[in-house]
């Protein structure tokens, strides 16, 4: 069993906006932390947002600071991630994780921003 299912991305032009889906499963979903990462092309892949298990904390790296937003919930086993005014450096495969991190990921969503 896939213990993450990302879903949401695509392709979008500088400044446009999506919002990232994923379903957590096999865990006790509201006892965790979670997080959204990311990974470009040739690059390690990078934390970008963390949130509490009762959605109380939220952080963000400073490259997405003001512009994504994480949410969780808990009753459909959820997180989320809306992503405003989009920049060609956000072009990455998404993916999401628990803190602390299962080792088994998911297949991650494709975002590609380009004009």
């Known amino acids: 069993q896939v213990p993450f299912v990302e879903s949401g991305g695509g392709l979008v032009q500088p400044g446009g906006s999506l919002r990232l889906s994923c379903v957590a499963s096999g865990f006790t979903f509201s006892s965790y932390l979670m997080s959204w990462y990311r990974q470009a092309p040739g690059k390690e892949r990078e934390l970008v947002a963390t949130?509490?298990?009762?959605?109380?904390?939220?952080n963000y790296a400073d490259s997405v600071k003001g512009r994504f937003t994480i949410s969780r919930d808990n009753t459909k086993n959820s997180l989320y991630q809306q992503m405003n005014n989009l920049k060609l450096d956000d072009t990455a495969m998404y993916y999401c994780?628990?803190?602390?991190?299962?080792?088994?990921w998911g297949q991650g969503t494709q975002v590609t921003v380009s004009s």
């Open positions: 949130i509490t298990g009762t959605s109380e904390v939220t």
């Open positions: 994780n628990r803190r602390p991190i299962r080792l088994d």
